[in-house]
């Protein structure tokens, strides 16, 4: 990963928490692995609804744009819900760490139920509780 600003969408604020080395392919777990390492290091990231740095190494991206038909549509929706219950704002700059502070505190198991419930990892992530 370059040094560069770091963009990070609404609903990858959660998949951050919750990811332990599992991905779409070995390149996007890679990528993952280091921009969380980075990201817990005190850096510093713009949140935007659309892709970000984490989708650049995704295997459904072909030629920027994705493979999965109603996937961008649905999962730009679902960031937005994210950074609205969160209370950001689009094309800021965030610490992560404070976020990260700010999911825990605010995040309840039924809003990530409800928010994560449709997405294919949502069975291991749950086992986590993380939310009360």
Same mark, same amino acid.
């Given at each position: ?28 777990? %890679?990528?993952?692995? #280091?921009? !969380? *390492? ?5 850096? +510093?990231? &713009? ?26 549509? %649905?999962?730009?929706? #679902?960031? !937005? *819900? ?5 209370? +950001?704002? &689009? ?42």
């Amino acid at each position: 990963m370059e040094d560069k600003d770091i963009k990070i969408r609404g609903h990858h604020l959660i998949c951050l928490l919750h990811f332990e080395g599992k991905g779409y392919s070995e390149e996007f777990i %890679e990528n993952m692995k #280091k921009i !969380k *390492e980075k990201l817990e290091e005190n850096s +510093l990231f &713009i949140l935007v609804a659309e892709r970000d740095s984490i989708c650049d190494k995704c295997p459904y991206l072909k030629n920027d744009k994705c493979l999965r038909e109603s996937y961008p549509k %649905e999962i730009e929706t #679902k960031d !937005k *819900e994210i950074i609205n219950y969160l209370n +950001l704002t &689009i094309r800021e700059k965030y610490n992560f760490l404070d976020i990260k502070r700010l999911i825990f505190k605010t995040l309840t198991r039924s809003n990530f139920e409800n928010f994560c419930k449709n997405c294919s990892w949502f069975p291991l992530c749950s086992q986590k509780n993380l939310f009360r």
